[in-house]
């Protein structure tokens, strides 16, 4: 108390007297002003009216306009990026509709002083930097997702298809550049320039779209995806050193002349080979755990990715071959990859990527092609890439080898576009190569070459019936009472498997547990997608492992998680599907949803729960919108586990309050026959013990394990009974009741699993 009172004093005594101290020095400072000719605004309204000129200025400040386009542009691209996913396209094309809706073709056109204002023609430079530094650590990221060695054993049938995937586009985008020359070609750009180009936005392919889709569908395990992943990555690196070669054509303006700029490349591509990337591995073997991987470290590799990016631009490549071979050339050790792309992958991805695709939009001018001439000419060029590419990779790999049904699947993920195109026309847009008409045609193009992969791949699958099913066969297998645990957190999964055990522990044969961990797609990357995997069900398999309990596994990268559960579940005709639930006051919010952060945004609800008490019990409820969805659309009994330190079944209590409630007594049995539990029933509604049926059950139950069961009728359910207790099982309709009523007796509960029946 006296050294509270010691601490009181000296904080009043020091803020005190050095407040005191500034108003003399301001005081006598004043006496300094004689002679200066000071002006001091002698009414209110003047100072007023000074403060909010202030206000407008700090508006109109350089900094203040590019954060204020920062916001808006990553809200736009995950709002739009949000409603591709719904609709099972990439985000990807999302964020590129954000950039056209947010740029002249839409906002600009409609609402043109809002437009001007965010977007002044003097700031877009501004925009342009940060852009470039985002597509320059994406191209990082690229290079590091590739997986070289996958060509060494697969590489001659990958290198035909890949090579003829671009070969053949790249032919006919020249011959389609040989006929719209004369009528949308810049003044004083050569035919040779206009044509490759042309030629290379045929022809290339959007690995990281093409990898998340391949991912997405379950195709990444398989022979299919495996072929494809190599076709993507040869396609990327032929792709691009086509490109740098296309650049220095471009820039040198003849092809001999480009051969010095060729030149040094390979000079430049030696070096970054021969001794960078053997000293960027002996520094990678010695640090490849976060532990040991120190600031110092991290800027030797910064270091040489940024040194790379700028030889390359000064050669005359662009800086974003440099980025890509920075990425490239990065030690192999998959521990230290995966590192580097945590660091960078999120400040590139959400932060300064979507700055890129905005920026297209602000030079994609659709109301350009204002004449049904244009839009002709524009589907001429949507019908050359999709055969170029699309046709084109499916006769190579049908040629190698390949039936028909995989042959079509190749083509259509090859004629995939995404992001890649968009940087490759802003590279020809940038050099004067295409006109704005023809930048926007090749926009359209990339949108739909990219939209129509989804599509596609289902038609394919539909015309050819034969195809692999969505769930492994194992796992649809004709058991008595299968179980499937689906769980996001390994350590809520090792909870529902303990569970799932208990009610299938000396069921032998005639019981299956299936768990099964679905994340989203946006949040993996080629590179560490098996040891993600690996890290997820490691949890899980030890605590099998412990309970001696045999268990299948499912994992599957997802744009919707809740409708795949959904989808699983009914498919694999479960008897019973365990997720769990707990909301954070960070979830739950749709805008959450939106940013896809539902783990870091919060939600104002649960903040009111946790301010007015309520959060001790009401923390599991209402449930969260994806609980909901899973509850209304699955044919499955369906269990929700709220864990609260769950271990085992020894002691379970189950109310029941109505007759729907008597499907419960089948669990009770379960546990019973399995795990040995002492069930304790609470008769809520006083009419139990009537009940014939109810009665005849428990006498079953008792034949065959008796003293397991207990009866109970007290209204009041002591706190001190409750602890004893590890499990509640309760219908989902009981429990809706007790929180409308908000039972006090709900705060002391146990571990509790709601069950909704079928």
Same mark, same amino acid.
């Given at each position: !108390?006296?050294?509270?009172?010691?601490?009181?004093?000296?904080?009043?005594?020091?803020?005190?007297?050095?407040?005191?101290?500034?108003?003399?020095?301001?005081?006598?400072?004043?006496?300094?002003?004689?002679?200066?000719? #000071?002006?001091?605004?002698?009414?209110?309204?003047?100072?007023?009216?000074?403060?909010?000129?202030?206000?407008?200025?700090?508006?109109?400040?350089?900094?203040?306009?590019?954060?204020?386009?920062?916001?808006?542009?990553?809200?736009?691209?995950?709002?739009?990026?949000?409603?591709?996913?719904?609709?099972?396209?990439?985000?990807?094309?999302?964020? #590129?509709?954000?950039?056209?809706?947010?740029?002249?073709?839409?906002?600009? @056109?409609?609402?043109?002083?809002?437009?001007?204002?965010?977007?002044?023609?003097?700031?877009?430079?501004?925009?342009?930097? /940060?852009?470039?530094?985002?597509?320059?650590?994406? @191209?990082?990221? %690229?290079? !590091?997702?590739?997986?070289?060695?996958?060509?060494?054993?697969?590489?001659?049938?990958?290198?035909?298809?890949?090579?003829?995937?671009?070969?053949?586009?790249?032919? $006919?985008?020249?011959?389609?550049?040989?006929?719209?020359?004369?009528?949308?070609?810049?003044?004083?750009?050569?035919?040779?320039?206009?044509?490759?180009?042309?030629?290379?936005?045929?022809?290339?392919?959007?690995?990281?779209?093409?990898? +998340?889709?391949?991912?997405?569908?379950?195709?990444? *395990?398989?022979?299919?995806?495996?072929?494809?992943?190599?076709?993507?990555?040869?396609?990327?690196?032929?792709?691009?050193?086509?490109?740098?070669?296309?650049?220095?054509?471009?820039?040198?303006?003849?092809?001999?002349?480009?051969?010095?700029?060729?030149?040094?490349?390979?000079?430049?591509?030696? /070096? @970054?080979?021969?001794?960078?990337?053997?000293?960027?591995?002996?520094?990678?073997?010695?640090?490849?755990?976060?532990?040991?991987? &120190?600031?110092?470290?991290?800027?030797?590799?910064?270091?040489?990715?940024?040194?790379?990016?700028?030889?390359?631009?000064?050669?005359?490549?662009?800086?974003?071959? &440099?980025?890509?071979?920075?990425?490239?050339?990065?030690?192999?050790?998959?521990?230290?990859?995966?590192?580097?792309?945590?660091?960078?992958?999120?400040?590139?991805?959400?932060?300064?990527?979507?700055?890129?695709?905005?920026?297209?939009?602000? +030079?994609?001018?659709?109301?350009?092609?204002?004449?049904?001439?244009?839009? *002709?000419?524009?589907?001429? %060029?949507?019908?050359?890439?999709?055969?170029?590419?699309?046709?084109?990779?499916?006769?190579?790999?049908?040629?190698?080898?390949?039936?028909?049904?995989?042959?079509?699947? %190749?083509?259509?993920?090859?004629?995939?576009?995404?992001?890649?195109?968009?940087?490759?026309?802003?590279?020809?847009?940038?050099?004067?190569? $295409?006109?704005?008409?023809?930048?926007?045609? @090749?926009?359209? !193009?990339?949108?739909?070459?990219?939209?129509?992969?989804?599509?596609?791949?289902?038609? %394919?699958?539909?015309?050819?019936?034969?195809?692999?099913?969505?769930?492994?066969?194992?796992?649809?297998?004709? =058991?008595?009472?299968?179980?499937?645990?689906?769980? &996001?957190?390994?350590?809520?999964?090792?909870?529902?498997?303990?569970?799932?055990?208990?009610?299938?522990?000396?069921?032998?044969?005639?019981?299956?547990?299936?768990?099964?961990?679905?994340?989203?797609?946006?949040?993996?990357?080629?590179?560490?997608?098996?040891?993600?995997?690996?890290?997820?069900?490691?949890?899980?398999?030890?605590?099998?492992?412990?309970?001696?309990?045999? #268990?299948?596994?499912?994992?599957?990268?997802?744009?919707?998680?809740?409708?795949?559960?959904?989808?699983?579940?009914? *498919?694999?005709?479960?008897?019973?599907?365990?997720?769990?639930?707990?909301?954070?006051?960070?979830?739950?919010?749709?805008?959450? *949803?939106?940013?896809?952060?539902?783990?870091?945004?919060?939600?104002?609800?649960?903040?009111?729960?946790?301010?007015?008490?309520?959060?001790?019990?009401?923390?599991?409820?209402?449930?969260?919108? +994806?609980?909901?969805?899973?509850?209304?659309?699955?044919?499955? =009994?369906?269990?929700?586990?709220?864990?609260?330190?769950?271990?085992?079944?020894?002691?379970?209590?189950?109310?029941?309050?109505?007759?729907?409630?008597?499907?419960?007594?089948?669990?009770?049995?379960?546990? #019973?026959?399995?795990?040995?539990?002492?069930?304790?029933?609470?008769?809520?509604?006083?009419?139990?013990?009537?009940?014939?049926?109810?009665?005849?059950?428990?006498?079953?139950?008792?034949?065959?394990?008796?003293?397991?069961?207990?009866?109970?009728?007290?209204?009041?359910?002591?706190?001190?009974?409750?602890?004893?207790?590890?499990?509640?099982?309760?219908?989902?309709? =009981?429990?809706?009741?007790? $929180?409308?009523?908000?039972?006090?007796?709900?705060?002391?509960?146990? =571990?509790?699993?709601?069950?909704?029946?079928?």
């Amino acid at each position: !108390m006296i050294n509270k009172f010691k601490n009181s004093f000296f904080y009043i005594g020091v803020i005190g007297g050095f407040t005191l101290l500034m108003y003399w020095i301001v005081q006598v400072g004043a006496k300094l002003e004689e002679g200066r000719n #000071i002006i001091i605004p002698n009414t209110g309204n003047s100072q007023w009216k000074e403060f909010l000129d202030s206000l407008i200025h700090n508006f109109d400040h350089p900094l203040a306009i590019l954060l204020a386009q920062i916001v808006t542009i990553i809200l736009a691209a995950r709002f739009f990026g949000w409603v591709c996913s719904k609709i099972g396209q990439p985000t990807v094309i999302g964020e #590129i509709i954000a950039g056209i809706v947010l740029g002249p073709s839409l906002i600009g @056109m409609y609402f043109p002083e809002f437009f001007n204002t965010l977007f002044p023609v003097d700031s877009l430079g501004n925009l342009q930097f /940060l852009s470039q530094i985002g597509l320059i650590l994406f @191209m990082f990221v %690229i290079g !590091m997702e590739l997986d070289i060695s996958v060509l060494k054993n697969k590489a001659h049938d990958a290198v035909v298809i890949s090579h003829a995937s671009i070969i053949i586009p790249f032919t $006919l985008g020249m011959g389609l550049a040989y006929y719209i020359y004369t009528s949308f070609s810049p003044e004083g750009v050569q035919f040779l320039s206009f044509g490759l180009f042309l030629g290379i936005a045929m022809s290339i392919t959007a690995f990281p779209v093409l990898a +998340r889709i391949v991912q997405e569908r379950g195709l990444h *395990k398989t022979r299919l995806g495996t072929v494809v992943i190599t076709c993507a990555a040869a396609d990327d690196i032929t792709a691009w050193c086509l490109l740098a070669a296309v650049i220095a054509i471009v820039k040198a303006g003849s092809f001999v002349s480009a051969l010095y700029t060729i030149g040094l490349a390979l000079i430049y591509v030696i /070096l @970054m080979i021969r001794v960078v990337r053997p000293f960027l591995k002996r520094v990678g073997d010695l640090h490849h755990t976060k532990e040991n991987l &120190g600031k110092p470290i991290v800027a030797i590799f910064f270091l040489t990715l940024i040194l790379s990016a700028y030889a390359t631009e000064v050669i005359g490549i662009h800086a974003l071959f &440099g980025a890509f071979m920075a990425g490239a050339i990065m030690p192999i050790n998959t521990s230290f990859r995966n590192i580097f792309i945590e660091k960078v992958e999120d400040v590139a991805l959400v932060l300064l990527l979507p700055l890129f695709f905005v920026y297209t939009g602000l +030079r994609t001018e659709i109301g350009l092609l204002n004449d049904p001439y244009l839009w *002709k000419v524009t589907g001429l %060029i949507i019908l050359v890439a999709i055969i170029g590419k699309f046709i084109g990779s499916a006769v190579a790999a049908k040629y190698v080898g390949q039936n028909w049904k995989d042959s079509l699947t %190749i083509g259509a993920l090859m004629n995939t576009r995404g992001l890649m195109e968009l940087v490759v026309l802003n590279i020809g847009y940038d050099l004067g190569v $295409l006109t704005p008409e023809i930048f926007a045609m @090749m926009v359209i !193009m990339a949108l739909v070459t990219t939209f129509m992969t989804g599509p596609a791949l289902d038609l %394919i699958q539909w015309l050819f019936k034969k195809n692999t099913p969505e769930i492994p066969k194992e796992v649809i297998q004709n =058991s008595k009472f299968k179980i499937l645990i689906s769980f &996001g957190h390994p350590e809520r999964g090792r909870s529902l498997l303990r569970l799932a055990h208990s009610l299938v522990k000396k069921v032998n044969g005639n019981a299956s547990i299936t768990a099964m961990h679905l994340t989203p797609v946006d949040e993996l990357n080629q590179y560490n997608l098996n040891q993600y995997e690996e890290e997820s069900f490691s949890p899980i398999k030890n605590e099998s492992q412990k309970l001696n309990q045999r #268990i299948l596994t499912l994992f599957k990268p997802t744009h919707d998680i809740d409708s795949d559960i959904v989808d699983i579940t009914n *498919k694999g005709d479960f008897d019973l599907l365990l997720i769990g639930e707990g909301q954070s006051i960070f979830e739950g919010s749709m805008l959450g *949803k939106v940013l896809g952060f539902t783990t870091k945004f919060i939600n104002p609800e649960k903040i009111y729960n946790q301010v007015t008490g309520k959060e001790s019990f009401f923390e599991n409820s209402p449930f969260d919108e +994806r609980t909901r969805n899973i509850l209304k659309r699955s044919d499955s =009994s369906v269990g929700i586990l709220i864990d609260k330190g769950f271990e085992s079944t020894d002691t379970v209590f189950i109310p029941v309050f109505s007759e729907s409630d008597y499907f419960l007594v089948a669990y009770a049995q379960k546990l #019973i026959n399995n795990a040995g539990s002492q069930i304790t029933f609470l008769d809520a509604s006083g009419n139990l013990y009537q009940d014939i049926r109810f009665k005849e059950s428990i006498r079953a139950i008792e034949q065959v394990a008796p003293n397991h069961i207990q009866l109970i009728k007290e209204k009041v359910i002591e706190k001190d009974f409750l602890q004893t207790q590890d499990l509640m099982i309760i219908s989902l309709e =009981s429990w809706k009741g007790l $929180l409308e009523t908000k039972s006090l007796w709900l705060e002391n509960i146990p =571990s509790t699993l709601i069950i909704k029946e079928k």
